[in-house]
């Protein structure tokens, strides 16, 4: 297979050989984190090499490193394992029969979902499917924040078919997810109520939505009954929200740890429940870098780390109080 490295050699540099990544050394604390050196992967007639300059840190990173859930226990023999599935950087090598992309251009993908990951490395070989082009007015700090987090966003409110007009509670509004939910929501002319602490009041009234501090009293004292739950939650405070949704209504919990038990109870109460597993999706993705080349659609970033400082990334993701996106700053050699 020939692969063209053009890039390299009108810049007599060889292409690279190895690359550097953060690794789940063994399941646990965030100190678990380590940085090592591995061969690059040989890529296949239509796979791209892809420099990462961001590499997106959500919540399941977090949850694997620390042996929760699916991922985890299917990597269980497999570590070290290197988590990361929200990617943003330059193309530097092409297989013979890629055609969507060509060396140079700025690139963003939710790749390797859920098994593979592989996105905390200077270098990633992806499949060009899995891959979008980033319009020039879209930073790649922007794009690598939003794959899994606005797709999930995304399948959550198709899955509730949440239509305009309709009252739409979503939990946690100022996170990864729930700060770009509040904006698709906005964009279905839904009228969105969201909860965050006092601090992300304001944040989340920028966004479109009615603001709910959730440390004030029961969301059902504070909230008129809506038509469709986005739990963003998960266990007890998922389960004490359904009771702010209407006789007959939708509820989508995303967390997947909790998501049986809250249906559940949805299901008790009457409520139409169903928890889902977010897909990658590069249509989603377009659309979504669309709508944020065209100004519709912000993308919130608390903090970008650098590759070395993962421990730290790990340890704001878990903090549970970020507001939008956490990042890796990635370099190359
Ligand atoms: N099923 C799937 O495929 C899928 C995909 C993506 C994510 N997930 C899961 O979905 C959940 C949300 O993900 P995420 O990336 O949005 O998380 P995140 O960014 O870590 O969420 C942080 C936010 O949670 C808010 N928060 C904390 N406690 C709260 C409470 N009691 N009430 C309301 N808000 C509260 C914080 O707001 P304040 O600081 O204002 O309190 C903070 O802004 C995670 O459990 C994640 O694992 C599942």
Request: charged share 15%.
């Amino acid at each position: 297979m020939a692969t063209d490295t053009s890039a390299f050699n009108s810049a007599h540099l060889e292409p690279p050989t190895h690359t550097q990544q953060l690794a789940i050394t063994a399941f646990g604390e965030a100190k678990t984190l380590a940085l090592q050196t591995q061969p690059i992967p040989k890529m296949t007639s239509q796979q791209v090499l892809v420099a990462v300059n961001f590499a997106g840190v959500n919540p399941i990173d977090a949850k694997t490193r620390a042996g929760l859930g699916w991922a985890a226990q299917q990597n269980k023999d497999n570590l070290p394992w290197v988590p990361g599935y929200d990617i943003a950087g330059q193309v530097v090598a092409i297989g013979e029969q890629v055609t969507e992309f060509a060396i140079g251009d700025r690139v963003s993908g939710f790749i390797g979902f859920p098994l593979q990951g592989g996105g905390y490395s200077q270098y990633v070989v992806a499949e060009q499917q899995a891959l979008s082009h980033v319009p020039d007015n879209v930073t790649l700090e922007t794009a690598a924040a939003l794959p899994l987090a606005g797709q999930t966003a995304w399948q959550a409110l198709e899955k509730v078919k949440v239509k305009a007009g309709e009252r739409v509670l979503i939990l946690a509004g100022a996170g990864g997810v729930g700060h770009l939910a509040i904006q698709l929501a906005t964009a279905k002319q839904a009228q969105v109520i969201a909860t965050a602490s006092q601090a992300n009041l304001a944040f989340l009234t920028e966004l479109g939505a009615h603001a709910v501090d959730y440390h004030q009293g029961a969301l059902v004292d504070l909230i008129e009954p809506v038509d469709v739950l986005i739990d963003l939650m998960g266990s007890e405070v998922g389960i004490a929200a359904l009771e702010c949704v209407k006789a007959g209504g939708r509820v989508v919990t995303i967390p997947t740890i909790t998501a049986d038990l809250v249906c559940q109870r949805a299901e008790a109460l009457g409520l139409s429940a169903c928890g889902i597993l977010v897909s990658p999706s590069v249509v989603q993705n377009n659309a979504m870098l669309e709508r944020v080349a065209l100004g519709q659609l912000q993308v919130e970033i608390a903090q970008s780390f650098p590759l070395s400082q993962g421990v730290q990334a790990h340890q704001q993701i878990e903090s549970g109080r970020t507001r939008g996106k956490v990042l890796l700053a990635v370099s190359a050699p």
